[in-house]
T-cell receptor
């Protein structure tokens, strides 16, 4: 049972344009959502997060949008840069769990072309 | 501020052996979690330790175990290794009240 899904395995965009990465979840107990970026053979790097009490959170070039009714979140990167090329993981944490336990999506490979 | 440190970075073991991986969290972080990443299963939660106690556990067999020391450093042990245990094992640390997990570079385990 895949509770967090990233339906696009890959995305290719031009440098300077917007990258939009999508994520869907099924567990209504999830109340905190995170995005991570990962290069091969390295650990994921935390990018941005959002609580379920918000619908938008912005940090520099990165903005995360949360649509609770649709159980959908997205990460916008504007403008996209070649250094943004990596695998992006969406992750969720539930209010029924004390502490930190993240459920991850399968990841989306973003390629930003110069 | 030093990040999460995992040792060793690479490891090759034979089926049936056991292995111990080590993780030092970010200073001040008391929660340590372990994840397994494989091409077929993605990133999966193994367990979390807080104040030397296991606080959460994923769906892995009992061959996978862990512990945490009083300085918050953690170890993960896998006994009776199987070929399917070949994976990148990631450790993450979290502030006591936080949800954001910060990951180490991982240990690449290959079982032959």
């Amino acid at each position: 049972d895949q509770q967090v899904k990233q339906n696009s395995p890959s995305l290719s965009v031009q440098e300077g344009r917007i990258s939009i990465l999508n994520c869907d979840y099924t567990n209504s107990m999830f109340d905190y959502f995170l995005w991570y970026k990962k290069y091969p053979a390295e650990g994921p790097t935390f990018l941005i997060s959002i609580s379920s009490i918000k619908d938008k959170n912005e940090d520099g070039r990165f903005t995360v949008f949360l649509n609770k009714s649709a159980k959908h979140l997205s990460l916008h990167i504007v403008p996209s840069q070649p250094g943004d090329s990596a695998v992006y993981f969406c992750a969720a944490s539930g209010r029924e769990t004390s502490g930190s336990r993240l459920t991850f999506g399968e990841g989306t490979q973003l390629t930003v072309n110069p | 501020k030093a990040g999460v440190t995992q040792t060793p970075r690479y490891l090759i073991k034979t089926r049936g052996q056991q292995v111990t991986l080590s993780c030092s969290p970010i200073s001040g972080h008391r929660s340590v979690s372990w994840y397994q990443q494989t091409p077929g299963q993605g990133l999966q939660f193994l367990f979390e330790y807080f104040s030397e106690t296991q606080r959460n556990k994923g769906n892995f067999p009992g061959r996978f175990s862990g512990r945490q020391f009083s300085n918050s450093r953690s170890e993960m042990n896998v006994s009776t290794l199987e070929l399917g245990d070949s994976a990148l094992y990631l450790c993450a640390s979290t502030l006591t009240s936080g949800k954001e997990a910060f990951f180490g570079q991982g240990t690449r385990l290959t079982v032959v």
